[in-house]
């Protein structure tokens, strides 16, 4: 018996166009015969449990083997197998109905993945890297004839009887000229351990080779017979497929160094399980995560029902828990759909705020069990807070109760606590309360001290979220603005009545104003005389809250935009009061006072960093000249 047709897609020839523009997705040929041939080891199965197969199930299993010489890569499953009927129905019937469809949604398509995932093609990938594709299956059913079906890759194939004796399906690929490089064990085994290394039944992975004594059939036919299978490459019971209460901490541990073996330990993790609404399993791990946390991105990995399918988890899991590690796995999460199609599918953003509510609610109860260890780690968690806070405002609401405000005594505060703590101090004139923060401590250490002089608390600002997290942070508490400990001169930071009385009249003012003016000489540096406490610098370099604000926003965001075009602009603000001032005004000499002046200017940026060059070595010969 033999019959030929023709598959059904009402167009020429598919495969051209396949193999053409998935060329560099081929690999997952692998991963989608493996995943069928998984399946049909889960059908019987289901079918057995069901009494709807009574035969003897044997041990379940899959298995990929290749033959260098032949060119041939087989995978074997002894799944429920197909009737010949079963093959013309699943197999050569592509489910879209015409070219014109294709192209069209070919179009929109970014990937193989779905290409493959939207039109059913898993089959046909392998004919991204075969000439000829073979099929010998037996169903389970009862009085089942074995099947054989070839295609060489045009839409004609044969059916004719087949010769396997176990129910089952071995799929034969002829690997093709240009993709040889399939059919190395290393390349093989690289691509089991990315797509299948969790799959839930038995893998066994080897070379085959013929055999000369026993692998003759009936009619003298050679056949294939693996005598070389390695041992079972894949884990069929992974953690997140357990129960939580089986699994003690080394189990986490041990399987997240599986994952990530260069990795330091995590800091703590979460084990998600829900079936309803959605179906989802997984382990999220919160690593120690350092300064930089770009390069940490993307290492969650994305299974459906244990295959793997991605590292690209972007649309899926909110944006800023993309710093945590582990893997999700969700049979609910559309795989083969465009981008902006992900996002407004309601089942992914059931899944996003069920995953930020999750995480919050492991912080909150780390929070509240334990708040010194918490306070420990809060190094590495704060960063991913802040984070949080920042671009999602569920996680705001939630974050807002543990997350820490650390001061440059490195106290940790909440929130409340926080307020509480400067509210007598640091309200302004007007009823407005005031944070003052450093974003860097020793460049800013002399505005500290004169804040710290006043009563003034600083607040560490100092990790990249920080810039994002200070602007945040002022829309949404109340009556409250931050300010960099640098942002004006100590006396001015809080605008308060008490300003102190000025000695000087307004004539002096005009004359040290002049005198300063004129020794600086550059265009960017205003000078302005105002009257501080007589303790604090003679001078004071500061720039403006806002403008600085604008600037970090602009240089953050990459592009310069229109504040990052602007030029720096600082403020000289002199102070009146200062011994020094009167001092210079005293003296008779032009080039003296216009020495001093920028020995004052100077000494203001030197202790900010931003004396450099030659700047910095006139300073020094001119501070010898003095003394
Ligand atoms: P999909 O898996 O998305 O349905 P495929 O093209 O990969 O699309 O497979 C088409 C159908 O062929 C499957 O749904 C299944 O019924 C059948 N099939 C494929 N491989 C096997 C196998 N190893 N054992 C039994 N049936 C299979």
Redesign the pocket.
């Known amino acids: 018996m033999q019959e030929k047709g023709t598959i059904s897609i009402h167009t020429e020839n598919i495969f051209p166009i396949i193999k053409k523009f998935l060329y560099s997705d081929t690999e997952i040929f692998l991963r989608?015969l493996v995943?069928?041939?998984i399946?049909?080891t889960q059908k019987i199965k289901r079918l057995a449990s069901l009494g709807q197969y009574n035969g003897d199930l044997g041990d379940l299993r899959v298995e990929v083997a290749f033959d260098e010489e032949k060119k041939t890569i087989t995978i074997s499953?002894n799944?429920?197998?197909?009737t010949a009927n079963?093959i013309k129905k699943?197999?050569n019937q592509i489910a879209f109905s015409g070219a014109t469809e294709f192209m069209e949604k070919f179009k929109e398509a970014k990937d193989a993945n779905e290409i493959i995932g939207r039109f059913?093609?898993?089959?046909?990938s392998a004919f991204m890297v075969a000439d000829r594709v073979e099929i010998e299956?037996l169903s389970y059913q009862e009085g089942a004839e074995p099947a054989h079906w070839t295609c060489d890759g045009s839409t004609e194939f044969e059916i004719s009887e087949g010769s396997l004796a176990e129910r089952g399906?071995e799929?034969t690929l002829h690997i093709n000229s240009e993709s040889e490089e399939f059919l190395s064990k290393n390349r093989l085994q690289e691509i089991l351990d990315k797509y299948c290394r969790f799959l839930p039944v038995p893998i066994k992975f080897g070379t085959k080779t013929e055999s000369v004594e026993d692998g003759v059939d009936e009619e003298g036919k050679s056949k294939y017979i693996s005598v070389e299978l390695d041992n079972i490459i894949n884990d069929t019971n992974p953690i997140w497929t357990k129960a939580p209460a089986e699994l003690k901490d080394e189990d986490y541990l041990a399987f997240y160094k599986e994952l990530y073996p260069f990795s330091e330990d995590p800091l703590f993790w979460i084990h998600l399980n829900v079936d309803y609404p959605f179906n989802l399993t997984g382990v999220l791990y919160f690593p120690k995560l350092k300064k930089d946390f770009e390069i940490q991105r993307n290492k969650i990995k994305l299974f459906s029902r244990q295959v793997f399918i991605t590292d690209e988890v972007k649309d899926i899991v909110p944006e800023f828990l993309m710093l945590l590690h582990g893997i999700i796995d969700s049979p609910d999460i559309p795989l083969n759909v465009s981008r902006s199609f992900l996002q407004a599918d309601s089942n992914v953003k059931k899944i996003n705020s069920y995953i930020t509510k999750k995480v919050a609610d492991k912080l909150a109860e780390l929070f509240k069990s334990d708040r010194k260890a918490y306070e420990d780690k809060w190094t590495d968690i704060g960063l991913f807070v802040k984070y949080g806070m920042v671009s999602e405002d569920k996680f705001y609401d939630k974050a807002k109760d543990f997350v820490l405000l650390t001061n440059t005594a490195k106290e940790n505060f909440t929130l409340t606590e926080y307020k509480d703590k400067v509210e007598g101090v640091q309200t302004d004139k007007d009823g407005q309360l005031v944070y003052i923060y450093t974003n860097d401590p020793s460049k800013q250490d002399s505005f500290i001290q004169s804040a710290n002089r006043k009563g003034y608390d600083v607040l560490l600002m100092d990790s990249p979220i920080d810039t994002h997290f200070v602007s945040h942070l002022e829309q949404k508490l109340e009556k409250t603005s931050l300010k960099r400990v640098d942002a004006d001169v100590a006396d001015k930071l809080i605008k308060k009545d008490d300003a102190p009385e000025t000695v000087l009249t307004a004539d002096q003012i005009e004359k040290v104003k002049a005198i300063f003016d004129k020794s600086i000489n550059r265009p960017a540096y205003k000078v302005e005389v105002e009257s501080l406490h007589p303790e604090e610098l003679p001078v004071t370099v500061t720039m403006d809250e806002f403008m600085r604000r604008m600037k970090d926003m602009a240089a953050m965001g990459g592009g310069m935009g229109f504040y990052g075009s602007m030029p720096d602009n600082y403020k000289v603000v002199v102070n009146g009061n200062h011994k020094l001032v009167s001092r210079i005004l005293q003296d008779e000499s032009e080039e003296l006072q216009s020495q001093l002046a920028k020995q004052a200017f100077d000494l203001a940026l030197l202790s900010q960093g931003l004396l450099t060059g030659a700047d910095l070595t006139e300073f020094v010969n001119r501070s010898v000249n003095l003394i």
């Open positions: 989608e995943s069928n041939a399946d049909a499953d799944g429920l197998g197909m079963e699943y197999i059913g093609l898993g089959f046909y299956t399906t799929i």
